[in-house]
């Protein structure tokens, strides 16, 4: 069983998020995590597509926020992680899938507080997903940032981990037979 992580991120939270999501994935699937611009047709072939960005203005990044971000990050002397296009764009250009695929999303936001609410790119994602045919695995999660650059709030590398983990048990059980008993082969 084959799943792809494609993620976004401007200050490197929601990639260091990506990559535990594709480790606790691994106990279950065979993973790829791959930066947006470099993802090109990561979602062809898997059983499992999930998602991830900075949420940016309440919901998924835009030429315009990304500008703002990337400014910032000039300021402070951080190198972008992600230079091209978003999320938003790359599924916009997803062809509707004819298979039995699954999805899932997350993303990175401030607690709740500074920005309220925080909004959600992870549930605008999963709107585009369900559009372009994929079958939702799990609600969108989100994980937090201390502030607009970062870091990580303390512990949400593991949760992240062990959300990927459970992301793929329910992933697995919910494939059809056939593609479960091809894997197990
Ligand atoms: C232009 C811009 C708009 C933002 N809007 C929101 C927002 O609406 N809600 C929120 O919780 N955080 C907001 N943030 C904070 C981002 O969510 C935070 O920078 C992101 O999680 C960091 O992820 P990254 O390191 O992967 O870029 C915003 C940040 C930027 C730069």
Same mark, same amino acid.
């Given at each position: 069983?084959?799943?792809a992580?494609?993620?976004?991120?401007?200050?490197?939270?929601?990639?260091?998020?990506?990559?535990?999501?594709?480790?606790?994935l691994?106990?279950?699937?065979?993973?790829?995590?791959?930066?947006?611009?470099?993802?090109?047709?990561?979602?062809?072939?898997?059983?499992?597509?999930?998602?991830?960005?900075?949420t940016?203005?309440?919901?998924?990044?835009?030429?315009?926020?990304?500008?703002?971000?990337?400014?910032?990050?000039a300021?402070?002397?951080?190198? !972008?992680?992600?230079? $091209? %296009?978003?999320? *938003?764009?790359?599924?916009?250009?997803?062809?509707?899938t004819?298979?039995? /695929?699954? #999805?899932?999303?997350?993303?990175t936001?401030?607690?709740?507080?500074?920005?309220?609410?925080?909004?959600?790119?992870?549930s605008s994602?999963?709107?585009?997903?369900?559009?372009?045919?994929?079958?939702?695995?799990?609600?969108?999660?989100?994980?937090?940032?201390t502030?607009?650059e970062g !870091?990580?709030?303390? $512990? %949400?590398?593991? *949760?992240?981990?062990?959300?990927?983990?459970?992301?793929?048990?329910?992933? /697995?059980? #919910?494939?059809?037979?056939?593609?479960?008993?091809?894997?197990?082969?």
């Amino acid at each position: 069983m084959k799943a792809a992580v494609v993620y976004e991120s401007i200050f490197g939270n929601t990639m260091q998020i990506a990559e535990a999501v594709a480790r606790g994935l691994a106990a279950r699937f065979e993973v790829n995590a791959a930066e947006v611009s470099a993802a090109g047709r990561a979602a062809n072939s898997v059983d499992l597509l999930v998602i991830g960005g900075p949420t940016h203005a309440f919901g998924m990044s835009r030429g315009s926020s990304r500008k703002g971000a990337l400014e910032q990050a000039a300021k402070i002397g951080v190198r !972008p992680v992600s230079q $091209g %296009e978003g999320i *938003r764009d790359w599924l916009k250009r997803l062809p509707k899938t004819h298979e039995p /695929a699954l #999805a899932a999303s997350f993303d990175t936001a401030l607690k709740k507080g500074r920005w309220f609410p925080t909004g959600s790119a992870a549930s605008s994602a999963a709107s585009q997903l369900k559009k372009k045919g994929f079958k939702s695995v799990c609600e969108p999660e989100q994980f937090y940032v201390t502030d607009t650059e970062g !870091p990580l709030t303390d $512990g %949400e590398l593991e *949760r992240a981990e062990e959300w990927g983990r459970l992301l793929g048990e329910t992933a /697995a059980t #919910a494939l059809p037979p056939e593609v479960a008993v091809a894997a197990r082969a």
